[in-house]
């Protein structure tokens, strides 16, 4: 099984020879014999800031999920490291694209009802209603604080 | 019968060489056959009979009824697409109780033609995955090589109570990943359970368990297929994607689902004018690029062969192949990564348990509530990548992250604007870099390590909105289906899906032929 002794990093550590940087001439030279990735440079990367406990509180009330241990944090981290690697790319003067339909009007439909007298089916899959109301327990109450450890190390190596 | 095309089903449905309920009663039987590979969430069988009767009455009827075009033909729909009355859990503890009141609009579109569904397909949590091993109902077991034991085929899917992530198939030996995140409907069709199936793409979650699985795996042009009724991964990159045996077969179902949808704002307004693909193919005036950063680290020698060897064929019947350079492509998955973070941390906000889904017992305050019913609704990987959104999302991170990736993804997506405006037609390239990798291989690395190397070729084409095809090619010196992957021009499907069609000609892959099963009792 090929797969298993693939060694795939985002770290490729080969260099790109000058051959390989220009179209080669002659049969199957459309495919390059070997991968074409540039080197990351580390020096152009920031750091991976640690993850204190005051983020980790802070991202965990914006996310009303928890990190559950310290390797969750670690996954974190791991994310961060390789989001940094986007920084290799120089980007100066490129507006951010937010849609591959950008160059496209956004159409307006016409300002009429089209659907309606579903209540049943809105509300049919709530746990809780009550006369055709959704049921919420008291709001505006902060979540309590709760006594976590994530392990002796939760500043994310 | 079940190793027909999709178009051949629907042909000798119409003509009444065979009739709708003996097709059905087929497909059930193979579904019964090949539960081990728990390919799919809920089975819809009853409504599979219901639809096959009708569609025979429908022949039988003295005055003739319009035949439709997909008439009594059972099609397998992955589980994040909503469908009226019937369970769409997304593979979570979050919506395992979901009952849609509505249909996606694609769903419906095959039923109007007369299609019906025989089951919902099994995928990661929400589509988070690249492997079909991270949802609550336990992976996927990809069809090749798998090695079938008759004792238990007729073993019902386990209660989800007692199913726990990953240790779901631990006393067999090993086998291999359907791939993901749709791997259910990937599995489906090559097992021959079904003639065509509906996956999502939002970074090769269609492309990807097709290549595998050695089907066609075809993700349209961003805008052609509507979203309306598919629980949202990536806005502004989900695809309703499918799968099918063959080229022509995915061009039929795309062309009954394509086309501007109300109830989609990105759905383009064009009309869409329906075709057919030719069967004489003429490729001499054809422009085939070769991205040169698709050789990437870890691709194995037997994708790269099948690579080579597409190149060259084209270029025999007289295409111009070329190499061409994308230059962001290496950066692409990284970009990738922190635009479906962000995406996720604000589309899984949803998620509360007040109207829907999922509700904790805790009743303290809506905080409570909310933060316990997230807690107990999401596994590890979904919260991840919420924690990771936010974390990109945070003010003093926002320009650094989100923003910067939104700018690298415009220089993706030029990248290929400019290969195109260069004169080039279609790219060529891998769909992934090796085959299907085993189980045990998959899952000693976390979703995340998994994503980034399963998702390289495939997630740049959704940057750009681009659509592109997986054909199956060969099959490795280990026995396993090998997909080639050819990216198109936005919104031209059908030249895309024509020189696709040209290369299966070629190529003439054999199907997985699963038949020996049905004499085992």
């Known amino acids: 099984m090929d797969a298993c002794c693939s060694n795939v990093s985002l770290t ?68 961060i490291e390789s989001a940094n690697k986007l920084h290799m790319v120089n980007t100066d003067g490129i507006e951010p694209m937010e849609s591959v339909l950008e160059d496209r009007m956004l159409y307006l439909r016409e300002d009429k009802v089209t659907d309606g007298k579903c209540k049943q089916e809105v509300l049919s899959n709530a746990v809780k209603t009550i006369e055709d109301y959704f049921v919420a327990p008291p709001g505006n109450i902060p979540l309590k604080t709760k006594e976590r450890d994530y392990g002796s190390n939760s500043n994310g190596s | 019968m079940l190793s027909l095309t999709l178009k051949e089903a629907v042909h000798k449905l119409r003509d009444g060489s065979i009739t709708a309920k003996d097709l059905c009663e087929k497909c059930i039987e193979r579904l019964n056959k090949t539960q081990q590979l728990n390919a799919f969430i809920t089975e819809t069988v009853d409504i ?36 009226t009355g019937i369970r769409t859990s997304c593979a979570t503890t979050m919506l395992q109780n979901y009952i849609p009141p509505y249909t996606a609009t694609v769903v419906q579109r095959l039923q109007d033609e007369g299609a019906y ?67 259910g409907s990937a599995a489906a069709v090559a097992s021959g359970v ?87 193919i003429d490729i001499k005036d054809l422009h085939i690029g070769i991205p040169k950063e698709y050789h990437a680290p870890g691709l194995s020698k037997d994708v790269h062969n099948a690579w080579e060897e597409a190149a060259d064929m084209f270029e025999k019947a007289g295409a111009k192949v070329t190499q061409v350079s994308l230059p962001h492509t290496q950066y692409s998955i990284l ?63 926002y320009e650094k992250y989100f923003a910067k990736a939104m700018q ?58 681009v659509p592109a095809i997986s054909v199956p090619s060969k099959l490795s010196t280990d026995g396993l289906p090998i997909g080639l992957q050819f990216i198109g021009q936005n919104f031209k499907d059908k030249e895309l899906l024509t ?18 099963l049905d004499t085992v009792s």
Request: glycine share 6%; charged share 25%.
């Open chain 2, 408 to 465: 690298v993804r415009r220089l993706i997506s030029e990248d290929f604007k400019k290969v195109y405006a260069s004169g080039v037609d279609i790219l060529l390239t891998p769909t992934t870099l090796t085959t299907a990798p085993t189980y045990k291989w998959f899952t000693e690395r976390d979703n995340r390590t998994s994503s980034e190397e399963q998702d390289i070729f495939t997630q740049p084409v959704n940057m750009a909105g």
């Open chain 2, 499 to 516: 020189i696709a069609k040209w290369y299966e000609q070629q190529v003439q892959f054999k199907q997985l032929d699963l038949d020996y």
């Open chain 2, 117 to 183: 569904l025989i089951g919902k397909t099994n995928m990661d949590e929400f589509a988070m995955g690249s492997g079909s091993v991270d949802g609550i109902h336990g992976p996927v077991r990809n069809p090749w090589k798998y090695k079938f034991t008759s004792s238990n085929t007729s073993e019902q899917t386990k209660p989800i109570e007692q199913v726990s992530m990953r240790n779901y198939h631990t006393s067999t030996d090993d086998w291999h990943i359907a791939g993901g995140s749709s791997g």
């Open chain 2, 48 to 83: 599979s009979r219901d639809s096959a009767a009708e569609t025979d009455k429908r022949r039988q009827k003295s005055k003739p009824m319009r035949w439709r075009k997909l008439e009594g033909l059972p099609i397998a729909v992955k589980d994040n697409f909503c469908t």
């Open chain 2, 194 to 280: 079904c003639f065509g199936a509906l996956g999502s793409d939002t970074g090769g979650s269609t492309r990807n368990p097709a290549a595998y699985c050695g089907v066609v795996g075809f993700k349209p042009t961003y805008g052609m297929l509507s979203r309306h009724g598919l629980v949202p991964l990536v806005n502004s990159m989900d695809v309703p994607a499918l799968f099918s045996k063959t080229v022509d077969d995915a061009s039929i179902l795309f062309n009954v689902m394509a086309g501007h949808d109300v109830h989609d704002s990105t759905t383009v307004t064009d009309e869409f004018n329906h075709f057919t693909l030719p069967d004489n």
């Open chain 1, 12 to 79: 490729c550590h080969h260099s790109i020879s000058r051959s390989t940087m220009r179209p080669l001439e002659g049969k199957q030279a459309r495919v390059p014999k070997t991968p074409i990735w540039e080197e990351v440079d580390h020096t152009r990367i920031p750091n991976v800031p640690q993850i204190d406990q005051e983020m980790i509180n802070h991202l965990e009330r914006v996310s009303l999920v928890e990190f559950n241990n310290q390797a969750g944090i670690e996954r974190l981290s791991k994310a």
């Open chain 2, 335 to 397: 970009c990738y990564i922190v635009l479906n973070c962000c995406e996720v941390a604000s589309n899984m906000a949803r998620y509360d348990g007040i109207e829907f889904g999922h509700r904790a017992a805790n009743e303290d305050s809506t905080e409570e509530l909310y933060a316990a019913t997230r807690h107990e609704g999401f596994n590890d990987v979904v919260r991840d990548r919420i924690l990771a959104g936010n974390y990109f999302l945070l003010r003093q991170n």
